[in-house]
């Protein structure tokens, strides 16, 4: 039997990341079932999970991949402008609604809980490495504990992202968020 490429399978990885993010935004975290899955994907549940252990280890390689995505944003130019990314581009950030469903799973399920936090360190690392670089430069308020402020930053994301996968997102978002880089700014 040929073995198969490194590159068809990053390319195969690809195909299922892209059709599990469409039927997860379509269908929602327990709407996503596997046969749904196949369907957007196009490709066969042994083809599938011969990838991605199953579904939830599927949602958390995507919950990887934008968190990764999300964190170069911020570490170079900040969480405000990973939310502004949000609504100028929703369609690449549509998936993020199911958070939503599943927050009820990082409260029963401590497995689950684990997987989703150890994904989503990394952006939580590169916004506490720009929170602190910013401060060093007087651009951010020091009367404010750099973990107060992320925090903060943390529930304003949780909204937006709560405001975008319930269809609310408008016009005056970026003026609560030009607010928000407001009130976390150094006062001059």
């Not at 379509?26 to 990838?51: C, K, M, N, P, Q």
């Not at 880089?181 to 006062?187: D, H, L, M």
Request: with cysteine.
């Amino acid at each position: 039997m040929p073995k198969v490429s490194d590159d068809h399978l990053a390319a195969r990885r690809s195909q299922i990341l892209d059709g599990a993010r469409r039927c997860f935004a379509e269908f929602g975290y327990e709407g996503a079932t596997v046969r749904r899955l196949e369907d957007a994907i196009g490709l066969s549940r042994g083809a599938i999970f011969h990838h991605f252990r199953d579904k939830d280890a599927l949602f958390l390689a995507l919950a990887h991949e934008d968190a990764a995505r999300m964190a170069e944003v911020a570490a170079n130019q900040g969480l405000v402008q990973v939310m502004r990314d949000m609504l100028a581009r929703p369609e690449d950030f549509d998936w993020l609604g199911t958070r939503l469903e599943i927050a009820r799973r990082l409260r029963t399920d401590a497995e689950f809980r684990a997987h989703w936090e150890q994904r989503s360190e990394e952006l939580t690392a590169a916004t506490i490495a720009r929170l602190e670089r910013r401060k060093a430069a007087g651009a951010l308020r020091d009367d404010v504990p750099t973990d107060v402020l992320l925090g903060y930053l943390d529930l304003v994301l949780d909204g937006l992202i709560a405001r975008i996968a319930s269809g609310h997102a408008n016009d005056n978002l970026s003026a609560v968020l030009d607010l928000v880089e407001a009130s976390v700014r150094r006062k001059q």
